[in-house]
């Protein structure tokens, strides 16, 4: 009964310790406090991000890519620094792809170059992760999951990062992609209610 007795308490007590280690690794940052990523924050409208990005060629089309959503109100900005002055703030970046949904920054992702077009040569994955929680200030590489994609996601207050090498997510998830899934469905099933053969 004695033994029972201790190896209940030292099971709670490991179980205390491995909860409170757990719950120091999780993100309880919020889009809000969530830094800028070479300035790009999501909630942003269209005309705050396009400040941002240092254009010298093709202002308009970035415009007009960022300001024609679809009928769901999405509408998808691609930037690519070397097509567009080349601006030192996007040193190491070879695209970044931005979503909007209802005219806020919803989802944005960023391609660093390769090590074999003058970018960091990463030791692995969690190198990488390392790097990128170490300048965000969220915690690392052993609080991240496994996706749904099968990459590692870090889960924080309303937005997730996912990162693969040379690649880092923002998204806020899941609000805008189930919201617009739902906008979808209802705009569908309306279609097969009205549908005549």
Not at 126 to 152: H, M, Y
């Amino acid at each position: 009964m004695r033994r029972l007795l201790v190896l209940l308490i030292l099971t709670c007590s490991l179980g205390n310790a491995y909860g409170q280690a757990a719950d120091a690794a999780t993100c309880r940052l919020t889009a809000a406090q969530f830094p800028a990523v070479r300035g790009l924050r999501l909630g942003m409208t269209p005309d705050e991000v396009l400040r941002v990005l240092p254009t010298v060629l093709n202002k308009d089309e970035l415009f007009r890519q960022a300001h024609s959503p679809d009928h769901f109100d999405v509408a998808y900005l691609n930037y690519g620094p070397n097509q567009n002055g080349d601006p030192p703030q996007f040193a190491g970046v070879s695209n970044v792809n931005m979503v909007f949904y209802r005219g806020k920054l919803v989802d944005f992702s960023i391609y660093y170059n390769e090590s074999n077009a003058g970018g960091v040569a990463w030791l692995g994955i969690a190198d990488f992760i390392a790097r990128i929680a170490e300048a965000l200030q969220v915690p690392g590489f052993q609080a991240w999951t496994t996706g749904k994609a099968g990459g590692p996601v870090l889960k924080c207050e309303g937005f997730e990062l996912q990162a693969n090498l040379n690649f880092l997510r923002v998204v806020a998830a899941p609000f805008w992609v189930d919201d617009m899934n739902a906008r979808r469905k209802a705009e569908n099933d309306e279609k097969r209610r009205a549908f005549r053969p």
